[in-house]
């Protein structure tokens, strides 16, 4: 069968959350239907992001989010897409979106783990965070030691 999926599920009373493991060749369009559906049934509790693109309002998954952050005191939410105005406050948004996907690193910014190609830790003091998309940006020095505990390394 060549469309068929092989599916094993082992059950783990030591596994708190569920975890998905994929294994493929090569990443195709069918992989990706298969993880926006797993996301998408367990994104009730996140909902779409309302952003505009200047008079343009735009539903943004929380999937496709790189980064939000403060700039001239606008709200702004990178995508692959581009960058999207957003109304109300980080905090705000903070509190919108999946606390195990999303992280704080900043006073003004919040990134996506899921989007993160690397942190680069080669300075002393602090973290650069490299996106998938090629973009990066850096750890605020106060928020080190949290970033450090998120990702296990304290």
């Known amino acids: 069968m060549k469309n ?10 030591a596994c708190a959350d569920p975890k998905v493991i994929i294994r493929t060749a090569r990443m195709t369009p ?4 298969i993880v926006h559906a797993i996301e998408s049934s367990t994104d009730s509790a996140y909902p779409m992001v309302t ?19 403060v700039e001239s005191r606008k709200l702004i939410v990178w995508t692959d897409r581009g960058g999207f105005v957003a109304r109300g406050t980080l905090a705000e948004m903070e509190q919108t979106l999946n606390r195990h996907r999303f992280l704080r690193i900043s006073r003004s910014e919040i990134i996506n783990l899921s989007k993160v190609s690397n942190f680069d830790f080669s300075l002393s003091g ?6 998938d998309d090629g973009s990066g940006t850096w750890v605020a020095r106060r928020y080190v030691r949290a970033i450090q505990e998120t990702l296990g390394l304290v």
């Open 4 to 13: 068929a999926i092989d599916i094993d599920i082992q059950i783990d009373p």
């Open 30 to 33: 069918e992989i990706d239907d």
């Open 126 to 131: 602090t973290i650069q965070v490299n996106f």
């Open 51 to 69: 952003a505009y693109a200047g008079d343009t309002m735009v539903l943004l998954s929380q999937r496709e989010i790189i980064r939000v952050y």
